[in-house]
């Protein structure tokens, strides 16, 4: 009798699957009476909740895809909940972009966390993500790092994922162009800012080894506080390592330099451009831009500190030998502070890792007297102050 009421059950199943989908059926019914349709069978019953039956019915879940069906049809039901008309067509974009790269059975959505889900469903609906973006981010991604993406740990009211809140400057920003016009993040740029957040496993010591989720809530708090240059700084963030611990050492500076009761938003600018025709001639005019700038007194180790220009370099020690840190990192960063120096920048401070700090101490000691150096060969009246400091000194 047990083996009759199943047998039951499950045919009353099938012809609400059937009768849901008859216009989007495109596979041989062969197809339909064997795999797909036991699939669907499992995902949807006769007692599953109204709304999740009637979102699946909306959804090509039998299409020209074998590989595309078999995902669809075991798409978890708080994914499926609460999808637009726009969100069923970019999870199947989604489903099309994966297509090859993993197993049938792996949609990347069991390694989500039951937030992490519906902030995908939300990423789906959102005018401004396509699924076709989302699987790109998938595609070569370990299960932490896409989890990390879409867990709501970027908490400014309400909480939500790295991934949304990167996507939410392309909506809003603090800048304006050259013209006078608002000057959001453009999609390309906040694809390459994600693409950077990748690498947050790969750091270990200094700003950002405690992942993606944390620079990106500095970056909204500091946006919060309208410091002028938030959105310049995420467009400005190359692809890679390289990209993701620059930005996450500006926003650690920038961050600490606002738990000072001496500086508020106003006070801050990030990637500030210092114009060629400050920079003499016979200095060098290329990267001499400043990673902060201040605009006001800040307690930097103990000592109080006027409007400081201050240049982040997230250093690993690891990385580097003696001779490199003199003769190629240092080199890079005395021509830039000799540059600043001569745009009228009195207060220079050179902000690294306490790790890169203490294994350098010697080469990081002649660093004042270095770009004073540059200055007097080049016949620059200037005399600028060069601190070198860790991230957890700004601010102590």
């Known amino acids: 009798m047990q083996d009759l009421a199943d047998r039951a059950r499950a045919t009353r199943a099938v012809r609400y699957y059937r009768s849901a989908r008859t216009r989007f059926v495109s596979a041989p019914a062969s197809r339909l009476g064997s795999k797909v ?111 990390e993406l879409f867990d709501r740990d970027v908490c400014n009211s309400p ?83 390289k990209g993701y611990k620059q930005v996450a050492g500006e926003v650690r500076i920038a961050d600490n330099a606002l738990g000072q009761d001496t500086v508020s938003g106003s006070d801050l600018k990030l990637s500030v451009d210092v114009p060629n025709s400050k920079v003499p001639d016979d200095l060098s005019k290329s990267g001499s831009e400043i990673d902060v700038n201040l605009k006001s007194e800040i307690t930097i180790k103990g000592e109080t500190v006027d409007s400081p220009a201050l240049e982040s370099k997230n250093w690993n020690p690891d990385s580097y030998n003696e001779d490199f840190v003199e003769n190629v990192l240092l080199r890079d960063v005395r021509k830039k502070f000799a540059a600043q120096a001569a745009s009228g920048q009195d207060e220079l401070v050179l902000v690294t890792t306490s790790e890169f700090k203490n294994a350098f101490s010697n080469q990081l000691d002649g660093l004042s007297e270095r770009v004073q150096q540059e200055l007097d060969t080049s016949g620059i009246d200037s005399d600028p102050t060069v601190r070198v400091v860790s991230y957890d000194e700004i601010g102590d």
Do not use: H
């Open 159 to 241: 909480c939500e994922s790295t991934i949304r809140s990167v996507y939410q400057y392309t909506k809003d920003s603090d800048e304006v162009d050259e013209l006078g016009d608002y000057d959001p993040l453009d999609n390309d740029k906040a694809n390459k800012l994600l693409n950077a957040y990748k690498k947050a496993d790969q750091v270990s010591v200094g700003p950002g080894s405690d992942g993606s989720a944390k620079v990106q809530q500095r970056i909204d708090d500091l946006a919060s506080e309208s410091v002028d240059g938030v959105t310049r700084s995420m467009r400005r963030v190359s692809t890679g390592l």
């Open 37 to 147: 349709t036991r699939r669907v069978v499992d995902r949807v019953d006769v007692d599953a909740p109204g709304t999740v039956r009637e979102t699946m019915a909306g959804i090509e879940t039998v299409g020209r895809s074998w590989s595309l069906s078999r995902r669809l049809g075991t798409t978890p039901s708080d994914v499926l909940r609460g999808l637009s008309d726009r969100g069923r067509s970019q999870l199947r974009a989604y489903y099309r972009g994966i297509r090859g790269t993993r197993s049938d059975s792996d949609t990347g959505l069991d390694a989500l966390t039951v937030g992490g889900r519906a902030e995908f469903r939300e990423a789906l609906n959102d005018e401004t993500i396509t699924g076709r973006v989302l699987a790109q981010f998938r595609r070569g991604n370990s299960d932490r790092t896409w989890r």
